[in-house]
C-alpha cells in the first residue's frame, strides 16, 4: 500500500508523525477520506476525530484546526489534538457537565455559544476514547 | 563603628538572603530551558500555518478579509506582556517604560487607545495611570499551554472582528540569549505584511468548501497563534531575566559578606588588641 506522511501539530507541540494508507476527517463541508497523492488542498476541521487508518491505525480528537494536504503529506494544524490516551476523562466528563449546566441556564447568546463548543470539545474527547476501549 | 554583634548580624542575614537568590536563580535556570523546549516545540506549528496564510494571501485570488485590510484607525489597543512576579531585573520595567513613552508619543485622547495585559505587574502599572485595560490575565503558570491563554486571544482577535480596536501591537521582551532580551514592538493585526514572507513552495491549493471560509477560520487562528508566540518568547526573557538577576544578587551578597567579614576580623583584632594594651598598662601601673 502507499503511504502519506501525516503529521499533527499543535501550538504546544507535535502530537503525531508518522505514514499511514488513508486519513478520514470531518471538514466543515462534510466528511473527507485523503489517500496518498491527494492534490493539495486546504480544509477548516470540525471538533471531530480524525481516522488514520494504516498499520498503526490511531484516532485523535481535534478542536480548532485545519487540514493542509499535499501528494506526499498531509499535515493537521490544530489549537488541540490528543490520542485517546492522552486524553483526561476526567476532565473531559466534568467540562461537559460544566458546559451542560450552562446551557440549562440560557444567558446571552455569546456564552451560549461558548457553552456550545465546550460541550462539543468534551463529547469529541469522550468519544474518542470510548471508541478506542 | 558597629560593633562586633552588629557586624555578625549583618554577615548571618545577608548569607540568608545570599541562600533565597542562590535558590531562585537554580529554579529560573530551569525554568528557562523549559520555557525554551516550550518554545521549540511551538515553531513547527506557527512555521506551518505560517506558510499556508501566506500561500492563500499571496495567491493573488482576490483573498479580502477584514483581518488583511488597513482600516482607518480609530482605537488602537497594545497587548502588554509582563510577568506576575518581580524581582527579574529590569524584565518589567523597560517594557512597561518603552510602552508608556509610546502612548504618550502616539495618542492625545483616552479614547485613542487601550492596552490588553498578561501578567500582574503590566495590570497594575496601567490601572494606576488610569490607562484603560481592556483584558487581562494573570496567574499564567511558568508553562503556559495554548489552552491556558486560548480564551485571552480569541476575546482580543474578536475585538478586532467586531471594529472595537483597529490596532493590534503587541509589546514583548524578545528573547535573544540568556543575558541578552529585547524590548520588542509588533504589529499583529491587521495582518499586512503576510505576502512577504511567502516562501518560495507557493503551491496552488484546492480550497474546502471555499477560500473565503477558510481564511475565516484560519486568520484568527493565525492571529492567536502569533499572540502564544509572543507569550511563550516573553516567559523565556522573564526566565532568562530573573536568572540574571539572581546570579548578580548572588554575587553581590559574596561581596558584601566579604567586606563584611574583613570588617569584622579587623573590629576582631582591634578588640583584641586594645584589651592586651590594657593588660599591659595595667600591669606597668602595678610596678
Do not use: W
Not at chain 1, 488542498?41 to 485523535?60: D, H, M, N, W, Y
Not at chain 2, 531562585?24 to 535556570?29: G, N, Q
Not at chain 2, 482600516?71 to 508608556?100: C, H, P, Q, W
Request: charged share 30%; net charge negative; with cysteine.
Amino acid at each position: 500500500m502507499k503511504t502519506v506522511t501525516v503529521s499533527v501539530v499543535t501550538p504546544d507541540g507535535p502530537v503525531l508523525e508518522d505514514s499511514f494508507e488513508m486519513v478520514s476527517c470531518k471538514a466543515e463541508s462534510g466528511e473527507l477520506g485523503i489517500l496518498p497523492g491527494h492534490i493539495p488542498l486546504v480544509a477548516p476541521l470540525t471538533i471531530s476525530a480524525v481516522r488514520l487508518k494504516g498499520e498503526r491505525p490511531q484516532r485523535i480528537a481535534v478542536s480548532g484546526g485545519f487540514l493542509e494536504v499535499r501528494p506526499d503529506k498531509v499535515t493537521i494544524l490544530a489549537q488541540s489534538a490528543e490520542k485517546p490516551e492522552n486524553i483526561d476523562v476526567e476532565r473531559a466528563r466534568k467540562a461537559r457537565e460544566r458546559a451542560e449546566r450552562r446551557l440549562q441556564a440560557k444567558k446571552d447568546e455569546i456564552d451560549f455559544r461558548r457553552a456550545e463548543f465546550a460541550l462539543k470539545r468534551a463529547l469529541n474527547r469522550l468519544d474518542v476514547v470510548e471508541e478506542k476501549r | 563603628m558597629a560593633s562586633l554583634r552588629d557586624i555578625q548580624n549583618r554577615i548571618g542575614s545577608t548569607k540568608k538572603t545570599k541562600q533565597i537568590t542562590k535558590a531562585m536563580h537554580m529554579v529560573s535556570a530551569s525554568k528557562l530551558s523549559r520555557a525554551e523546549e516550550n518554545a521549540t516545540a511551538f515553531v513547527p506549528y506557527s512555521a506551518k500555518i505560517q506558510e499556508v496564510v501566506a500561500s492563500i494571501a499571496g495567491s493573488g485570488q482576490d483573498a479580502e478579509h477584514p483581518m488583511l485590510q488597513e482600516r482607518k484607525v480609530k482605537k488602537t489597543a497594545y497587548f502588554v506582556i509582563t510577568s506576575d512576579r518581580g524581582l527579574a531585573g529590569a524584565f518589567n520595567s523597560s517594557i512597561l517604560r518603552e510602552v508608556y513613552r509610546t502612548i504618550e508619543k502616539r495618542h492625545s485622547s483616552k479614547d485613542e487607545y487601550a492596552v490588553i495585559t498578561a501578567g500582574r505587574v503590566g495590570r497594575d502599572f496601567f490601572k494606576k495611570r488610569d490607562i484603560p485595560v481592556l483584558k487581562e490575565i494573570v496567574g499564567l503558570s511558568d508553562q503556559p499551554n495554548f489552552a491556558d491563554i486560548k480564551d485571552l486571544t480569541s476575546e482580543t482577535v474578536q475585538l478586532y472582528i467586531d471594529e472595537e480596536i483597529d490596532e493590534l501591537i503587541v509589546f514583548y521582551n524578545h528573547y535573544i540569549s540568556a543575558i541578552s532580551q529585547e524590548v520588542t514592538e509588533k504589529k499583529l493585526l491587521p495582518l499586512t505584511d503576510l505576502s512577504e514572507n511567502a516562501s518560495g513552495n507557493n503551491s496552488m491549493y484546492e480550497y474546502e468548501p471555499n477560500q473565503q471560509d477558510i481564511l475565516d477560520v484560519l486568520l484568527p487562528q493565525y492571529a492567536e497563534s502569533l499572540i502564544f508566540g509572543a507569550l511563550l518568547d516573553s516567559k523565556a526573557s522573564e526566565h532568562a531575566s530573573r536568572m540574571t538577576a539572581m546570579k548578580s544578587a548572588t554575587d553581590n551578597a559574596d561581596d558584601l559578606i566579604g567586606d563584611l567579614t574583613l570588617q569584622y576580623n579587623r573590629a576582631r583584632q582591634a578588640a583584641i588588641t586594645q584589651e592586651i594594651s590594657e593588660i599591659v598598662s595595667g600591669a606597668a601601673a602595678q610596678e
